[in-house]
Nanobody, 122 residues
Framework: QIHLVESGGGLVQAGGSLRLSCAAS????????MGWFRQAPAKERESVAA????????YYADSVKGRFTISRDNAKNTAYLQMNSLEFEDTAVYFC???????????????WGQGTQVTVSS
């Protein structure tokens, strides 16, 4: 089992940057695919990015390609989401999640964090 805690959210102006972190506790972080998701008010949760266990493959939603970068440091049991050129439409609660299966764009992850709020002012 793995426990996830997100941090790094906040208020930023459009065009700015934020870096989200997802710290994992428990065993076997390196065995899990890590994903980032977001949910805006009155909208469904959507997959934003994902990264394989070794970091060799990544997935990005079309809406964030070229602006967001997912990474991980298995030695630190932490996954990251670097968000640049933020737009008002990026405002949402961002969640990290872990699963042993690689299914880019999918949302059936076994473990979820509690979320961190990202607010982009226009």
């Amino acid at each position: 089992q793995i426990h996830l805690v997100e941090s790094g959210g906040g208020l930023v102006q459009a065009g700015g940057s934020l870096r989200l972190s997802c710290a994992a506790s428990g065993r076997g972080f390196s065995a899990y695919v890590m994903g980032w998701f977001r949910q805006a008010p009155a909208k469904e949760r959507e997959s934003v990015a994902a990264i394989t266990q070794s970091g060799s493959s990544t997935y990005y939603a079309d809406s964030v390609k070229g602006r967001f970068t997912i990474s991980r440091d298995n030695a630190k049991n932490t996954a990251y989401l670097q968000m640049n050129s933020l737009e008002f439409e990026d405002t949402a609660v961002y969640f990290c999640a872990a699963d042993i299966r690689w299914r880019p764009g999918g949302s059936n992850y076994d473990y979820w964090g509690q979320g961190t709020q990202v607010t982009v002012s226009s």
